[in-house]
């Protein structure tokens, strides 16, 4: 049972790149999240997931993009890399309801130089 | 919307020593308490939590936090630390949304456990 996978593990861009974030989890969960954790900042939600085809904006959206085609998968693209998209990216995901801890990813360590 | 509020940022504590990490919340509505720790270079893992019912749980390790709604707090607490507990603690609260359960959490508070 893999849990959250997160692939790359680290990964520096130039300004103006795009890549993307791969998440896939195996639990058959309905809800998925991804955060940057930056420094005296604790974790900041990008864009979340209740459920395959339904996407919805976090708390710092701008920059980056989601789709949820399947339940397991669920990337995040890099439209236009900017330094200030330097962070550490965790991919998360929990069943439905209030009830349920997440279970995170390893994390992605980015760099944009 | 909730916010948290973790005042601090790094706590330094003997091995064998008692600890408190503070966490305050704010919400306008009823909400989920939890607490994860983050070991260097790992994902966060799930601590403890609190639904309803008791104030005071209990994670599998001797941790422990009490909900206390007048105060608006969720304290965390280990009686003795040892060694690897050194990490970094967030607390994190959930409430009903428009759709899903999205955490919000705090800056986090660097446990530094030494000899």
């Known amino acids: 049972n893999a849990g959250v996978t997160q692939t790359p593990k680290f990964q520096v861009l130039k300004t103006g790149q795009s890549m993307t974030l791969q998440c896939a989890q195996d639990m058959n969960h309905e809800y998925m999240s991804w955060y940057r954790q930056d420094p005296g900042m604790g974790l900041r939600l990008i864009h979340y997931?209740?459920?395959?085809?339904?996407?919805d904006q976090g708390e710092v959206p701008n920059g980056y993009n989601v789709s949820r085609s399947t339940t397991e998968d669920f990337p995040l693209r890099l439209l236009s890399a900017a330094p200030s998209q330097t962070s550490v990216y965790f991919c998360?995901?929990?069943?439905?309801?209030?009830?349920?801890?997440?279970?995170f990813g390893s994390g992605t360590r980015l760099t944009v130089v | 919307a909730q916010s948290v509020t973790q005042l601090d940022s790094q706590v330094p504590v003997f091995e064998e020593a008692p600890v408190e990490l503070r966490c305050n919340y704010s919400s306008s509505v009823s909400v989920y308490l939890f607490w994860y720790v983050q070991y260097p270079n790992q994902g966060l893992q799930l601590l403890l939590k609190y639904l309803s019912g008791s104030t005071l749980v209990e994670s599998i390790n001797g941790f422990e936090a009490e909900f206390n709604k007048s105060q608006t707090s969720f304290h965390l607490r280990k009686p003795s630390v040892h060694i690897s507990d050194t990490a970094e603690y967030f607390c994190a609260v959930s409430a009903p949304t428009g759709g899903g359960n999205k955490l919000t959490f705090g800056t986090g508070t660097q446990l530094k456990v030494e000899l």
């Open positions: 997931s209740v459920g395959a085809g339904i996407t």
């Open positions: 998360a995901s929990t069943r439905a309801g209030l009830n349920y801890g997440y279970t």
